[in-house]
């Protein structure tokens, strides 16, 4: 039997910001998949790309051995629905008149809903709980109404294959597992093939008995939920602490973020300095901030994003103009911001000619005895042509830099790696 999807070596893009890299994955029929990953991983567009509503820009997507590109919307239809996480309605339809329009691309041109379209209608609105309010219009239903109309949309399709975009994001915990139960009961008994984004890690694990983790669009875990969910490999793309643990009873995985040690005020009186730019530093400076710390930055081009986040978050910023290497002027101004701070933290910025300079704030901060903390993987953002940022990190790290992986952690590290004593005379 043919797989119900089959991706190829899919790339996708808006524009020209890629969204899935090279992805492939196979879907057999009849599957239950669980599609997990944090916002912007690409979860969305992989839908997208599966029903035919963004085309690829490289490689081959397709559905039972049929290339999607030669379906036509109709074919594509009675195929595949797509239950979204909201659904924006402009007309004053009723609830029944919506769900009526799943059965579209099973009629003629000419012809009106059949004896088996009207039972396929009446299934879908008992199914979802929505017969008692078939006659209200859409936009005065509540959120969890809309939602299980919107679903009663798609199963009055009778697709073979359903995808669910944080379907269930909107429903109250019965609900939520009463549409979880039907659409298991749709995969069990009539081979329904189903994939299903959800930021509910732990919703997910229970329904499906395979999972696929996107990171940057990319597939960076397949396989069983107890393989997939592991709490080293949801810290690095979720970016925080995950438990995982499992019930010795049922068997089940319960997943809950840690509670973090560091405090909205764990940061206060302490000043740090980040090295960053490209962009990069984004997350590194609004997770400080949050925290209390003090911020300076630099040295950063005017009109970098990092500067803008800087600026917003009232950091203290070396600059350089638009597009130019580094100057000894900013170098200098850098180095007065770092002589302030109580540590330097290196930013995952990519390294060329113009601002590898910028790595000797971090040699001066070490000889100073002050904490210097960079991130690990210089070798894929070092674009100098000697690979001189490898050069200068591997040296900072022998003389006792120490190395980060998670945003989320520096908070703590910091502050462990801080004496306790204020007034110090680094800012603190």
């Known amino acids: 039997m043919k797989p119900a999807i089959e991706l190829q070596a899919v790339s996708a893009a808006y524009r020209q910001t890629p969204v899935l890299e090279a992805l492939s994955l196979t879907v057999p029929a009849g599957a239950m998949v669980g599609i997990l990953g944090p916002n912007g991983a690409g979860k969305t567009t992989l839908f997208r790309v599966i029903s035919g509503l963004h085309p690829p820009r490289q490689g081959t997507v397709r559905l039972f051995g049929r290339d999607v590109r030669h379906l036509s919307p109709p074919e594509r239809a009675r195929l595949v629905a797509v239950v979204p996480q909201e659904l924006d309605i402009p007309v004053a339809f009723s609830v029944e008149e919506i769900v009526r329009m799943g059965r579209t691309a099973w009629l003629s041109r000419w012809s009106g809903l059949t004896s088996r379209d009207h039972q396929a209608v009446e299934r879908a609105l008992v199914y979802t709980d929505v017969a008692d309010v078939r006659q209200r219009p859409f936009h005065e239903l509540s959120g969890g109404e809309k939602q299980r109309a919107i679903m009663a949309l798609a199963l009055a399709q009778q697709p073979q294959i359903i995808l669910l975009d944080e379907a269930t994001s909107q429903l109250d915990i019965n609900h939520r597992l009463e549409i979880m139960q039907l659409v298991e009961r749709l995969n069990a008994e009539q081979g329904l093939t189903v994939l299903m984004i959800s930021h509910d890690l732990q919703l997910a694990a229970e329904f499906s008995r395979r999972l696929v983790l996107l990171d940057h669009g990319r597939v960076v875990a397949d396989g069983p939920p107890a393989a997939v969910l592991t709490e080293e490999r949801l810290r690095a793309v979720y970016h925080c602490d995950i438990r995982v643990s499992q019930d010795p009873q049922t068997g089940g995985l319960s997943i809950v973020p840690a509670r973090r040690l560091a405090g909205v005020a764990v940061g206060r009186g302490i000043r740090v300095h980040v090295v960053a730019g ?8 609004r997770r400080l901030a949050l925290c209390g710390f003090t911020l300076s930055c630099g040295v950063l081009n005017q009109g970098d994003l990092d500067a803008a986040v800087a600026t917003a978050l009232g950091a203290e910023i070396a600059l350089e103009r638009p597009f130019s290497a580094v100057s000894a002027a900013a170098l200098a101004a850098a180095r007065s911001l770092v002589s302030r701070a109580a540590a330097v933290i290196l930013a995952p910025t990519p390294f060329g000619p113009g601002n590898v ?32 940022a490898v050069t200068r990190v591997q040296a900072l790290l022998a003389g006792g830099a120490r190395t980060w992986r998670n945003a989320g952690d520096l908070p703590q590290a910091l502050v462990a790696a801080l004496p306790p004593v204020a007034g110090d005379g680094c800012g603190r």
């Open 278 to 285: 490209g962009g990069c530093g984004e997350e590194v400076l």
């Open 357 to 388: 300079a910028n790595l000797e704030l971090l040699a001066q901060a070490l000889e100073a005895g002050r904490p210097v903390f960079i991130p690990a993987g210089i070798e894929s953002r070092d674009f100098t042509p000697q690979r001189e």
